[in-house]
């Protein structure tokens, strides 16, 4: 059998750090994930999904996620029910989280106009990544000068200002 769920999206409110009796750290938190299709109205929906963490990624959580952040979640899905103070049977689906991982730098967030900073490297921060070679030939096959990086937003240290509808997540 097979029980395994990852999701990307935000978190929709700060997560709550809880010790069992037994000192076990456990993080809760709710992520709303938008759903890859629009609505009759043409506006895109999301799922709030309720996540429980535990141990120590419980701690890092609570410690470094905030509400909004963008965090990947790795776990299983789980259902559980208990009987509520008017005696009606209670069920709750959440995911169990093996992993989470913060989608977003610490501080990257602008939480008052929602755009991000760049966290793009500059080239020379690239070490054997992307480095197209714009070089001028010197009539015998072989290239002089440095190389080229056709990096838009290299050398530029304005925010960019992307919306969260033109994300594809």
Same mark, same amino acid.
């Given at each position: 059998?097979?029980?395994?769920?990852?999701?990307?999206?935000?978190?929709?409110?700060?997560?709550?750090?809880?010790?069992?009796?037994?000192?076990?750290?456990?993080?809760?938190?709710?992520?709303?994930?938008?759903?890859?299709?629009?609505?009759?109205?043409?506006?895109?929906? *999301?799922?709030?999904? =309720?996540?429980?963490?535990?141990? +120590?990624?419980?701690?890092?959580? #609570? /410690?470094?996620?905030?509400? !909004?952040?963008?965090?990947?979640?790795?776990?299983?899905?789980?259902?559980?029910?208990?009987?509520?103070?008017?005696?009606?049977?209670?069920?709750?689906?959440?995911?169990?989280?093996?992993?989470?991982?913060?989608?977003?730098?610490?501080?990257?967030?602008?939480?008052?106009?929602?755009?991000? *900073?760049?966290?793009? =490297?500059?080239?020379?921060?690239? +070490?054997?990544?992307?480095?197209? #070679? /714009?070089?001028?030939?010197? !009539?015998?096959?072989?290239?002089?000068?440095?190389?080229?990086?056709?990096?838009?937003?290299?050398?530029?240290?304005?925010?960019?200002?992307?919306?969260?509808?033109?994300?594809?997540?």
């Amino acid at each position: 059998m097979i029980n395994r769920v990852v999701l990307v999206g935000r978190l929709t409110k700060n997560p709550e750090l809880r010790y069992t009796p037994n000192g076990v750290a456990v993080t809760s938190f709710t992520i709303a994930v938008n759903r890859p299709f629009s609505n009759q109205q043409g506006e895109r929906d *999301a799922d709030f999904i =309720p996540v429980v963490v535990w141990r +120590r990624q419980a701690e890092n959580a #609570a /410690n470094f996620l905030q509400k !909004g952040n963008l965090a990947g979640v790795d776990g299983r899905i789980q259902t559980r029910s208990y009987e509520n103070n008017e005696g009606r049977r209670v069920y709750i689906t959440e995911v169990v989280a093996d992993s989470v991982q913060f989608l977003e730098p610490k501080g990257s967030r602008n939480t008052d106009s929602g755009s991000f *900073a760049s966290t793009a =490297p500059s080239p020379s921060d690239q +070490r054997g990544g992307y480095a197209p #070679a /714009n070089r001028q030939s010197n !009539g015998q096959g072989q290239s002089q000068g440095t190389p080229s990086f056709d990096d838009p937003f290299a050398n530029d240290s304005k925010p960019i200002d992307i919306s969260d509808d033109d994300l594809p997540f």
